[in-house]
Nanobody, 130 residues
Framework: QEQLVESGGGLVQAGGSLRLSCAASGRTFTSRPMAWFRQAPGKEREFVAA????????YYADSVKGRFTISRESGKNTVVLQMNSLKPEDTAVYYC???????????????????????WGQGTQVTVSS
């Protein structure tokens, strides 16, 4: 059974860093697009970052550009989100998402859509204090 498991969340002060990991099992996602989304209390789930199957094409939400980096660990079924210069508004539950098959096209409008992904992790809480 396909499963995505996030780890690395926690409490950090503003300006600090956290590294989230998403480990995939039951299916190989090494040739599939993967992404990170987040959801704050009372808000809709929003796109954070996405990587193409090769890791060569990346997309970021404007709110995290220059602070967050998504990457695929070579040889591992793992996607990492390195978060630096964290702000209180980054507080949310962060979810990893994976697609079962190839993307029809790899453009931002597709990469940032929750409908594009078939598998989701259970989420990991990130809290940034001011």
């Amino acid at each position: 059974q396909e499963q995505l498991v996030e780890s690395g969340g926690g409490l950090v002060q503003a300006g600090g860093s956290l590294r989230l990991s998403c480990a995939a099992s039951g299916r190989t996602f090494t040739s599939r697009p993967m992404a990170w989304f987040r959801q704050a209390p009372g808000k809709e789930r929003e796109f954070v970052a996405a990587t193409s199957w090769s890791g060569s094409s990346l997309y970021y939400a404007d709110s995290v550009k220059g602070r967050f980096t998504i990457s695929r660990e070579s040889g591992k079924n793992t996607v990492v989100l390195q978060m630096n210069s964290l702000k209180p508004e980054d507080t949310a539950v962060y979810y990893c998402a994976g697609r079962a098959g190839p993307s029809p096209a790899w453009i931002l409008q597709i990469a940032r859509s929750t409908n594009h992904y078939d598998y989701w992790g259970q989420g990991t809480q990130v809290t940034v204090s001011s």
